[in-house]
Structures are given as C-alpha cells and as structure tokens.
C-alpha cells in the first residue's frame, strides 16, 4: 500500500500571529547582523589607514575579508527581502500557500523556514532550474508531457554532463 499524505489544514489566526512575531524577530535579528557587519568592515577599512604602508598579501587578506563580509551581507539581505515577502503574504491572506501548487505548506516546513513560499517539492523544482512556466504542479506532472520517472532520469543525464 502507498503512503497517503496527510492533508494540511489552513493555518488558525493564533498561527498566524505566532508566524508574524517569529517573521519580525528574526528579521530584527538579521538587520541587527547586517549593521554590525557593515559597521565592523568600516571601522576597520579606517583604522587599516594608519598602518601605511603595507605589504601585498595583507591587501589581500583585507580584499578577501572584505569581498567574504559583503557576500554575507547580500545574503542576509536577501532573507530579508524574503521575510518582508512573507509578511506581505500575511496581509494578504496567502501565508503558508505554496505558490507553485496553490497547496498549504506543511506547518514543519513554515516553521524551520516562516519565510517559505514553496512546498518541498515546487522548491526542489525551483532549484533544479524550472521555472513555474515550465512546470505545472497540479494535476498532470509537467505541462511538455514529461511524468516522474523520465524527469529522474533527465536529472541522471544531466548529472553526467
């Protein structure tokens, strides 16, 4: 016998509101972070200034520390970016819908990731490169004709390339 997923149920008000508190703290958090960061890269380009003159691979020591915070800070933006999203999903009353199968994402996933937009699976479509265009969820599997089984085994090709 197959397994039977467990249907979600829509998310209750007090859901809701513990998933807004949890969405703003740690966006908090996370602003809090990319500040420091910014502050602790600048501080630190001023005071690099009295020690002229300097040798080579110290310059490159600082470009590297420089070019690995400012990843990390685009990064942090990005979740920002994300958890502003889900905000506004809230507002709107699609919170916890996932936007590649219209489906309720699992209230697990909401809570290691509050800002998700995707279920599982659409997520993992959406890594692979396929675009919600690309891929219809619901219903028939992929909108060129392609089931489960010949997806693996394109993603076996692919990984032979």
């Known amino acids: 016998m197959g397994k039977r997923k467990k249907k979600e149920t829509r998310l209750t008000a007090e859901e809701i509101k513990k998933f807004k508190t949890l969405l703003l703290e740690k966006r908090n958090e ?15 380009q001023k005071s690099d200034l009295s020690t002229l003159p300097i040798h ?14 400012l990843g990390l800070v685009d990064s942090e933006r990005k979740i920002i970016v994300e958890i502003d999203d889900a905000l ?23 809570k290691a990731i509050p800002w998700a937009k995707y279920c599982v699976d659409c997520a993992s479509m959406s890594e692979k490169g396929f675009s919600k265009k690309e891929v219809s969820f619901a219903g028939y599997n992929y909108a060129n004709g392609i089931d489960d089984e010949e997806i693996e085994d394109l993603d076996d090709i692919a990984e032979e390339d």
């Open 88 to 110: 506004e999903r809230i507002e709107n009353g699609t919170y916890g819908t996932c936007e590649g199968r219209g489906e309720m994402i699992p209230k697990e996933r909401l």
């Open 30 to 44: 996370i602003l809090g972070n990319v500040i420091s960061m910014e502050d602790e890269t600048l501080r630190k």
């Open 56 to 69: 080579m691979a110290d310059i490159g020591t600082d470009n590297y520390e420089l070019e690995n915070t």
